[in-house]
């Protein structure tokens, strides 16, 4: 079977009966190609028939195995060995179809491969050309994430101070996510029932499958352009792995990380974390949950403007209070040094007065001596100034006697010169 | 203005107003200006007329949003 096949390839309309014939009657020169030393084979003809042969043989299968010399060639194909403990098969991966694998794979990484068992012409090689590779516990794809991840880490893109928080009262939402699909719809019902004055913007993009990256990147960019909202929701609903690869792209974070208005990304399900939830200001779980973190509800919104306005009239009659305090306390500080002025000079008057008292003859009086004097008012202090039988005044404390004076002495004990004369008046 | 920058507003002349090394005049400017904010931020919220629209570019690179179906 598998001989006449080869003939086949070769395109020889010859049979086994032929053949026989050629090599047992050197008379008969068979010129089917291959079949003589006059008709030799090109070497490339015998590989391409073995290529054509072997892949004719095989369908495309599963293989399992160990990646060994792993090599990632300039032009995009990959090359790596594939392994177990009894043999080793050389595989290719074409460039075309490296681009749509997460990752390359690393050396020693158990893997299963789906590919063409073929021949690769030019070496004569037998060769297993893989078209999808999957690494044990999902190996590939959490190296590809982890690459991307230390990458953006490396250019600060997933540092905490770059979250920046969500609008308190967002005006309009714009939303990156596939026209048709549930998480628009979602994202809307919500949106809607927390606030009927919020906009919604939607910026249709393609989520997933080829040129889904491209087709984000390009949304992310309109939105950084138009940026006339106020926060950003990116995201899909849930998916399969490779449904949701598009929002692990590394294009697709970097651009979300340049977006000029908050972001939320809302990938998947609940377990389902992306690189963009990575970036973004906030990871929600949902499409849904999305929306309802970037609106708040009407009745909060109502609630915080109320609060507002009270805390508003709150300062102003706080302010009123100390302004009046201020004027009180002034007040009373003018009132008590008023008082204390006042105060001051009733002290000195009083004093004055006291003293004055304290030298009024009439304090004297009051102890007990009287004061001679004139009708006219003049004291009369010295012996010398009376003469026998003149008329005088005696001032007492409670009144005046009228007096006469008999004669005039000294005062026994007094010195001076007036007592002699004193003595002789009296 | 939008109603986020009027809200946004309000919020930090609230703050300074709380603050007591403010002058008479000028915490009454503040005060009206919150007041003026505040009464278009109630208008806006009380019109409740969000619209769901699409984000369209022109050729030229200018944006326009298109009412859509929602």
Redesign the interface.
Known sequence: MARSSARDELGGAFDDDVLFDASSNTAFVDMTPGASPESPLAVHDLTSAAKDLVEGAFPPLWVRGEVSDFKAHRNGHWYFALRDAQAQVRCVVWSSQAKRLPAPPDDGMQVVALGQMTVWPVRGDLQFSVRLLEADGEGLWRKALERTRLRLEADGLLDPSRKRAL?????TI?VITS?DGAAL?DI?TVA?RR??????????AKVQGEGAPESLVAALD??A??A?C?VLIIGRGGGSREDLWAFNDERVARALAQCPVPTISAVGHETDISICDLVADLRAATPSAAAEAAVPS?TE??A??RA??R??AA??Q??QQ??TARLETTQRRMVTAAQRVTERRQSRLSNGAARLESLSPLATLARGFAVARTAEGATLSEVGAFAAGQRFELWMRDGVVDAEAIGTRARPGASGNGSASGEDSA | MSYEEDVGRLEAIVRDLERDDLDLDRALRLFEEGIARLRTASAALAEANGRVQELVMAADGTFALEPRDN
């Open positions: 609008p308190a009262a967002p005006r714009a026209a719809h809307i809607r606030s009927p004055a919020v906009n919604i913007v939607v910026v249709p309109r939105v352009r138009w006339d106020d009407i919104q109502r915080r403007l507002l306005g805390q508003l300062t102003a706080r302010r100390r302004v």
